[in-house]
């Protein structure tokens, strides 16, 4: 007789207003904290310490627009935060400052989560959707310099883009852009050549989110229907499907695979969790907890694998915060 | 006093003579109290003296007999002592059968349960005496089943006689009852329709129990009758009657003193139906099974909550009458009737636009799934609408009570929201919620509102005894906000058309004829109104209207009526003002008074005797109360 769900290992509760966004920045060594960034709909990007549950700081830097995601460049001290004022901002938190380094205009006033990722030391590729309506933009941090504009063929009518992840297979490899768009279809890029490689059509509905594992070459999409879609990429750089997983209850805002790709997680417009075996996408566990759409999901990055959680942030004000097959 | 044993050929009657003199003059008691437990130890185990006994009682001369008999039925401890004291002084004398089995069983109803039992159960010991058993049981019974007896007879009157036949019952042997399964059937079928059909629900309950009990004595294979009602004490303990212990016979045993009849009843048996849990949660995906090799070793948990997310009740009124009127998608009806009342509320200026046609829904909307306190619900959203846009709903409502086509339930719905309603807007809106001792009326739905007769007698109690005349609900609540009584306005609107055509029979719907269930209702609705219409303009007029209303009805046989015509009397003399009673309805009130004074004298019915009392006290009490003011 299998268990009932577990319970939230504790709910952080003082945002305020719905949190759209979820970071983790766990990996640092004693006596640093484990912190968790929050980004919400009044504005405000909140550093919350895991050890007290308490917030340390508030970050009032999108002008009280909603900021619908924050990143971590290397360590905490170093944040990147979107919002609906069409700004990214940079931010220096080191030493207790709450400042904001930089910032970049980007003119779009859509929903699309930008991308970041690491190249080399100190640089980084940001992908975000660009002023132009199915437009990405690939700029390079911290020098705001752009890398290539991906337009999408005259002719398809892929919509914009809603969610953008962009990947290498290996350190110093090709970085390739997986963007989801709102046809429902999935892009793959390649940025030194600024064309499509691959395009596959997963759902009818926009893709709400997608998240790739590179090693598997496996990835999952999710949109606004009951199906959770998962493609591969083959030798040759085509997108396929591989299957498709029907949901109780539709619409998904958000999904996230753990980094040591055992487990994924989806948050659900049915105020559910779902947690899923990534290898073959069997359900594990549906956590019920919030009481209004849950708009984000987010692993941490605990070097010891039993201290891992799994963050929720949701319509309700709430972030719930689970400790869930850590034993593996 | 003591008796010579053996040997000596003693003359009884004189004896006889003196106990039969004594017990006549009234002193049962006190002679029988020393005599009777003497006479039960005696003749415990002497046969001797149990002729002598029995000589004793017999040679009481017949003018006499009955006082005689009479005390030794109440003294002896049990049916068994009875028989050994009496013998078969039931079949010899005729006076006295005559008192055991037609006097105390029919023309009087003052005794005790445990005088009844010792009486069947003496009659049941004998099998001489079995033959008046069954008389007895014949003519209780139709007595029981005549309708005529139902009707006029006291309510106390037929418990007793209720309480004779399941004893009766009880007694019978499967032969017996094999020779008058006929009878039996037929009176119980006669027996139950007259019950059911009165207004009291304490008849109607006695009716069933009594039906139940003979059904399940002569179909002892078959399907049995069984009713729904409420199990009380009296319930139960008519319930046990049922069922004897056994009943030891002449030869002394083990308990002599005592009741055992009494003592063991033992409650029928009940099948319990045990429901197995199951509890083993279902896995959601069919996969799983094919893959028990898989994944790593990632335990999944139990999913067998998750199911698909309800359907949310619409927010708008006209999304509303959309959804009760055409939707076919019954999560969402459902949805929709829970929301309702509290939409209603929340935008009365929405409501107001389509309060007719809402309220016409209402009326007619059937369960149609099943829904935990539909009946409730649907009252709570009709009266919201009602207070919510009073005179148009009110007309609507009042003219559909007479209208063509509705059932009995329809009807009596109508009165209970247009008294909830009245409630609800005559009371000051103290922090902004209205409904406090309000909310026990309603509970009213599915039995008759006795409730409301009770409640009368309990609230024109009080004002008898403070004299005065107060507009205080029966909390006493301290200084309540006073706000503008919203009733004043629609008093009217809600009274007049109800009075207006009650004497007009349709061709579905007679008030004076069958249908005199919902004429009490109706009575007692009115009554209602009128209390609340205490301090509104209307209130004069509605009172005469009520008096001569009262007036045309005041023989009605059905006593549920009555009380509630003696209500609302009472609401008339309490909510106008004494000077318009004067002014205005002098004549009425004479009238009224003169009804009165008949009625606390001649009715048969103990209720409405102690309502006519109080109205008159408080006539009484209103002539002081004008006497003393200086004019």
């Known amino acids: 007789m299998a268990l009932p769900p577990p319970d939230p290992q504790f709910v952080l509760r003082g945002t305020g207003a719905a949190v759209h966004t979820l970071h983790f920045s766990c990996g640092s060594q004693e006596p640093d904290v484990p912190v968790l960034f929050s980004g919400s709909e009044n504005g405000f990007v909140h550093v919350w310490n895991l050890k007290t549950h308490r917030v340390d700081t508030a970050l009032d830097g999108h002008g009280r627009k909603s900021v619908y995601c924050v990143e971590t ?256 | 006093v003591c008796f010579i044993p053996g040997g000596l050929d003693c003359s009884i009657s004189f004896v006889s003579h003196v106990l039969g003199k004594v017990c006549v003059h009234g002193r049962q008691k006190e002679i029988l109290s020393v005599l009777v437990p003497c006479l039960v130890d005696l003749t415990k185990s002497d046969c001797i003296w149990q002729r002598i006994c029995w000589r004793l009682v017999e040679c009481v001369p017949d003018r006499w007999m009955e006082a005689v008999v009479l005390g030794f039925v109440q003294r002896a401890p049990g049916a068994d002592t009875l028989s050994r004291l009496l013998g078969n002084l039931v079949v010899k004398n005729k006076k006295a059968q005559f008192v055991v089995t037609q006097k105390v069983l029919l023309l009087q109803y003052c005794y005790t349960t445990a005088v009844l039992q010792n009486l069947l159960g003496y009659l049941s010991l004998d099998s001489l005496r079995r033959a008046l058993l069954i008389k007895v049981m014949q003519e209780l019974l139709e007595t029981w089943s005549s309708s005529s007896a139902v009707k006029h007879s006291p309510p106390e009157q037929q418990q007793y006689i209720s309480k004779a036949i399941l004893i009766c019952l009880s007694h019978l042997k499967e032969p017996e009852i094999e020779s008058c399964r006929q009878e039996l059937l037929t009176s119980m079928m006669e027996g139950v329709k007259c019950h059911l059909d009165s207004n009291l629900p304490q008849i109607r309950r006695l009716g069933m129990i009594v039906a139940e009990s003979i059904s399940s004595k002569i179909n002892t294979d078959g399907p049995v009758l069984k009713f729904q009602y409420e199990e009380d004490d009296e319930a139960r303990e008519l319930k046990s009657l049922l069922v004897q212990t056994p009943t030891f016979c002449v030869v002394p045993s083990l308990s002599d003193d005592g009741n055992e009849t009494a003592g063991a009843a033992l409650p029928l048996v009940l099948e319990s139906n045990k429901k197995s ?29 998750d199911k698909e997310l309800k359907t949310k009740a619409p927010v708008y009124i006209r999304d509303c009458i959309a959804v009760l009127t055409g939707s076919e998608d019954m999560d969402k009806w459902e949805a929709t009737v829970k929301a309702l009342e509290g939409l209603v509320r929340k935008n009365p200026a929405a409501t107001r636009e389509v309060s007719v046609e809402l309220a016409k829904i209402l009326l007619l909307l059937e369960e149609k799934t099943c829904i935990e306190g539909f009946v409730e619900l649907r009252q709570r959203a009709q009266v919201a609408v009602l207070t919510t846009d009073p005179i148009p709903v009110a007309k609507y409502l009042t003219s559909q009570f007479y209208s063509l086509n509705y059932s009995l339930r329809q009807r009596m719905d109508i009165l209970d929201v247009l008294v909830l309603a009245a409630q609800e807007l005559s009371y000051p809106k103290s922090h902004g919620k209205t409904k406090h001792s309000g909310a026990q009326k309603s509970c009213i739905q599915l039995l008759p509102g006795s409730d409301s007769s009770k409640d009368w007698r309990r609230i024109v109690d009080e004002r008898i005894k403070s004299k005065t005349r107060r507009f205080a609900t029966a909390q006493s609540q301290v200084e309540l906000a006073s706000s503008p009584n919203e009733f004043s306005s629609v008093a009217g609107h809600f009274f007049f058309p109800l009075i207006q055509h009650f004497d007009r029979p ?56 009555r009380q509630g015509l003696l209500s609302c009397i009472s609401s008339v003399l309490l909510s106008v003002p004494t000077d318009c009673l004067l002014e205005d309805m002098t004549e009425e009130l004479l009238e009224a008074q003169s009804w009165l004074g008949d009625v606390v004298e001649k009715d048969p019915d103990g209720d409405c005797r102690r309502l006519a009392l109080q109205n008159l006290l408080l006539m009484e009490n209103l002539k002081k109360k004008l006497k003393t003011v200086p004019s």
């Open chain 2, 277 to 305: 849990h199951t509890a083993a949660p279902v896995m959601s995906d069919d996969e799983l099974h094919a893959e028990l090799d898989s994944d790593d070793d990632l335990i999944p948990y139990d999913m067998s909550e």
């Open chain 1, 73 to 328: 460049m290397g360590g905490k001290n170093r944040l990147l935060s979107q919002g609906r004022d069409q700004r990214i901002c940079l931010w220096d938190l080191a030493e207790g400052r709450t400042s904001v380094t930089d910032s970049v205009f980007t003119e779009n006033v859509g929903f699309c989560r930008c991308s970041l990722l690491e190249v080399a030391a100190g640089r980084w590729l940001m992908a975000m959707a660009a002023k132009a309506l199915d437009e990405v933009q690939v700029l390079e941090l911290p020098s705001k310099t752009s890398v290539c504009t991906l337009k999408p063929a005259v002719g398809a009518k892929l919509g914009m883009p809603m969610c953008l992840k962009l990947w290498q297979l290996s350190c110093g490899s090709q970085p390739l852009l997986l963007a989801g768009y709102e046809d429902g279809s999935v892009v793959l890029w390649n940025l030194s050549m600024g064309k499509a490689l691959s395009q596959l059509a997963c759902h009818q509905e926009p893709v709400m989110s997608l998240d790739f594992d590179s090693e598997k070459a496996k990835g999952i999409s999710g949109s606004s229907e009951k199906v959770l879609s998962i493609w591969s990429l083959n030798e040759q750089q085509n997108l396929q499907v591989y299957k498709t997983h029907k949901l109780v209850n539709a619409g998904i805002s958000d999904i996230t695979i753990r980094p040591d790709k055992k487990i994924l997680a989806t948050a659900g417009w049915d105020h559910r969790i779902r947690i899923f075996g990534w290898k073959k996408l069997k359900p594990l566990a549906v956590l019920d907890y919030h009481t209004a759409t849950v708009h984000c999901v987010s692993f941490s990055d605990h070097k010891n694998p039993t201290e891992r959680l799994l963050a929720a942030g949701s319509k309700d004000h709430r972030i719930s915060i689970w400790s869930i097959y850590t034993q593996t």
């Open chain 2, 506 to 561: 349709l061709t579905t719907f007679d008030l004076l004829g069958e249908d005199h269930f919902v004429l009490g209702r109706l009575v007692h609705t009115l009554a209602i109104l009128m209390y609340l219409a205490v301090n509104t303009v209307a209130v004069t007029a509605m009172g005469k209207a009520l008096l001569e209303f009262v007036w045309a009805l005041r023989f009605h046989s059905d006593s549920y009526v």
